[in-house]
């Protein structure tokens, strides 16, 4: 089949259009204004809406996907803010093909998916919120409706679909809750049968060579991280979006890459009063960032011609706390006969296999799953956090694999 794309934003939305009111529940760029980007994967049945997220211009696409029911009606998974501009996106389709009727929310640790779900419901008050089992708070584990979940139409999903109003359409699997100690993980892979499609949460992600097209709409950060010194002025080219787009992929997957050393704050204060930029755009000429001449070998082994991979602080931090019972959901989700794969970050759609799927998981495994150089080179800090947060007992060792 083939997969037509058909990107829609507003041309020049008002500030009223972007602004996300409760950004201070989760104060991370861009905080107040986000732009919303819709584009149509499957022709008149299925979209993904997307948003930028991050820290310090480290930005990556979050996204949450509209799916087209057979009896009228749409089911949203994973909401993003609903800005006017997001709320105007969802209501065109509305008009078209129905209320939103379901809104899933797949995790119980992603507090950038959970934050926005009472919104959004209040936005589509016939709407049904079906949320993950054992949804927890932090630091005080409240109820659902003190964390702005509808009273009366928000529910727990049952093990499998068809104790549900949509399991007609859909299958899902829920990935059994990972104990890590100060917190829980969890997640919900859901499977659409008529499009053959997957919907995932962070447990995939494959990274794209090219900068995301919503994050292109505001290139600051592309440009911000595109330099090597903070007395150098960028121009807006596409090599220039497309080198810094590459160092953020670095930093959002492995914190501090090993091509990267951190100036000493010293130096980087004293350079940041002669940088010719000092705005709040650019840090006030605050850039503390060092790049090795290889640095982007680095980036062509981690994207690895956009193959599925699982995320390094996923893999080092939470699934090797429950490689069995990771194994087993993944075993169950490889069963469906998928043909691409809509992750919440980084690349969508993914055209790939169960197959595929199932071997992006192989770290789990014993012999011939060993870590790859990628993981073992370039996670380095990753790895030492894990180590640190062991040796303090505040979170579980990881388990022996299978």
């Known amino acids: 089949m083939t997969l037509e794309e058909r990107v829609t934003t507003a041309t020049q939305p008002s500030a009223a259009d972007v602004a996300w009111r409760f950004w201070f529940t989760l104060p991370i760029y861009p905080y107040q204004r986000r732009r919303t980007l819709r584009r149509e994967v499957v022709a008149g049945e299925l979209w993904v809406f997307e948003q930028v997220q991050g820290i310090f211009y480290v930005v990556v696409p979050i996204r949450m996907t509209v799916v087209k029911l057979a009896a ?3 089911l949203v998974y994973a909401p993003v803010a609903p800005t006017g501009e997001c709320l105007q996106l969802v209501n065109e389709l509305v008009t078209t093909h129905g209320d939103v009727r379901y809104i899933i929310l797949p995790t119980i640790s992603g507090l950038e998916h959970k934050v926005f779900v009472g919104p959004f419901a209040r936005a589509f008050p016939q709407a049904q919120v079906w949320v993950a089992p054992d949804q927890w708070s932090f630091p005080v584990n409240l109820p659902l409706s003190w964390l702005g979940f509808p009273r009366g139409r928000t529910h727990v999903l049952p093990p499998d679909s068809s104790g549900t109003p949509f399991g007609d359409e859909f299958d899902y699997a829920i990935l059994e809750t990972i104990d890590l100690g100060p917190g829980q993980f969890a997640e919900v892979a859901m499977f659409h049968r008529r499009s053959r499609t997957l919907l995932l949460t962070d447990s995939i992600v494959a990274i794209p ?5 919503i994050v292109q709409l505001e290139p600051d950060p592309l440009l911000f991280h595109a330099r090597d010194r ?3 002025i960028i121009p807006d080219t596409p090599a220039n979006r497309q080198r810094g787009w590459q ?3 670095l930093f959002a997957l492995y914190f501090q890459p090993s091509i990267l050393k951190i100036r000493k704050w010293s130096d980087t204060w004293r350079e940041s009063f ?3 930029l000092r705005s709040r755009q650019t840090y006030f000429g605050i850039y503390p960032f060092e790049w090795q001449a290889d640095w982007q070998q680095g980036f062509v082994n981690l994207q690895a011609d956009g193959r599925l991979l699982v995320a390094p ?6 699934l090797n706390r429950a490689p069995r019972q990771t194994i087993a959901w993944v075993d169950r989700v490889a069963q469906w006969d998928f043909e691409r794969i809509i992750p919440c970050h980084f690349d969508a759609p993914i055209s790939t296999t169960p197959e595929d799927f199932r071997s992006a998981f192989d770290f789990l ?3 011939d799953a060993a870590d790859s150089p990628r993981s073992a080179v370039d996670a380095a800090l990753v790895r030492e956090i894990d180590r640190q947060l062991v040796k303090w007992r505040i ?3 990881p388990r022996d694999r299978i």
Do not use: D, N, V, Y
Request: aromatic share 4%; hydrophobic share 35%.
């Open 230 to 232: 903070a007395s150098e």
């Open 247 to 249: 160092r953020i992929c």
């Open 209 to 213: 060579s090219q900068p995301p097209e």
């Open 365 to 367: 495994k014993s012999g």
């Open 313 to 318: 602080i996923l893999e080092t931090l939470i």
């Open 274 to 276: 002669t940088a010719p």
């Open 72 to 74: 009228g009606g749409l």
């Open 395 to 397: 979170i579980f060792p």
